[in-house]
């Protein structure tokens, strides 16, 4: 059952309300983490609220718990929920303010835990890989708010997963402000080219995906080379294989970008070998 922890209150989603004052809601100031539980167990717990941690320094938002409470209010949720695998949805806003900017007006953040299912992409996608275009919307430029920052402001991100749906897909590449291949609108991206796999480098204009990393971790463990490395969209459609990682749509692959197939057109095998991977460690 889906329940939201309100402040460290746990109560049924239908309850869990906020203030239209809050400025999470009137301007996107605050900061999230997208989290999931397998076997009851929360994935790289961890690395999820460090990032969160970070986000919300870069932005001055002083969170009022510590990382300990932090970690032990979403293990309360999720066993509140009673379900054994699950996404959490983890936000943090500035809080209650009056209608202007100044953050130092807000009263006090509200920490707010929702536990609930999510399927990104139909199940089908899995199977025969994702078809994608590239976004006319490129990523926030880093001298606006880093990209770094997993921010309540999405819009961005939002307008080219529009962009996605308008052409049919399911989602859409965004590059940065130099051109080059920075991520999906949820996911970060990996090509594999003469066996090798590239990935951009945090800095590319990316979110560092948590799952990401692991399958960097993945893919070194069985033997393959990553570059961390800058991607143009000639590398994009010049690769053997691309797949996108993210908490909510694990390890998923790409075959065709821009009406024009990646590799075979078809789901590659290393691709099917490190989802394979990614889903023995998430479940394990
Ligand atoms: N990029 C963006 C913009 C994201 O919002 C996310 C999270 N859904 C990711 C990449 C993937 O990060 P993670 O693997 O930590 O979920």
Redesign the pocket.
């Known amino acids: 059952m889906a329940v939201v922890n309100m402040n460290g209150e746990v109560v049924p989603k239908e309850k869990a309300l906020v203030n239209v004052y809050d400025h999470g809601l009137l301007y996107g100031d605050g900061v999230f983490e997208?989290i999931r539980f397998y076997n009851g167990k929360i994935f790289r717990h961890h690395e999820h609220i460090e990032r969160l941690y970070e986000s919300a320094r870069h932005i001055l938002l002083e969170i009022p718990w510590g990382r300990d409470r932090m970690m032990a209010e979403v293990e309360k949720t999720v066993r509140a929920s009673g379900m054994s695998d699950g996404y959490i949805r983890l936000v943090v806003t500035r809080g209650v303010g009056t209608l202007g900017l100044d953050p130092a007006r807000c009263s006090h953040p509200q920490i707010i835990i929702i536990v609930d299912t999510i399927a990104l992409y139909p199940e089908k996608f899995y199977e025969e890989g994702l078809e994608i275009i590239t976004s006319s919307v490129i990523r926030a430029h880093p001298n606006t708010i880093s990209p770094r920052v997993?921010s309540l402001n999405y819009l961005n991100?939002i307008l080219a997963r529009i962009e996605a749906s308008r052409a049919g897909c399911q989602e859409a590449l965004m590059l940065n402000h130099l051109g080059e291949v920075a991520?999906c609108?949820?996911?970060?991206v990996f090509l594999v080219k003469n066996g090798l796999l590239r990935t951009p480098p945090p800095n590319a204009g990316?979110?560092e995906?948590?799952?990401?990393n692991t399958v960097i971790e993945l893919a070194k463990a069985a033997g393959i080379e990553v570059q961390e490395i800058p991607l143009t969209r000639h590398d994009v459609y010049s690769a053997e294989e691309m797949f996108l990682?993210?908490?909510?749509a694990e390890v998923i692959a790409v075959v065709k970008v821009d009406g024009r197939p990646i590799g075979t057109g078809k789901p590659g095998p290393i691709t099917k070998t490190l989802r394979e991977r990614f889903m023995v460690l998430a479940r394990s």
């Open positions: 997208g997993k991100n991520e609108t949820a996911d970060n990316i979110l995906g948590i799952t990401r990682t993210g908490t909510g």
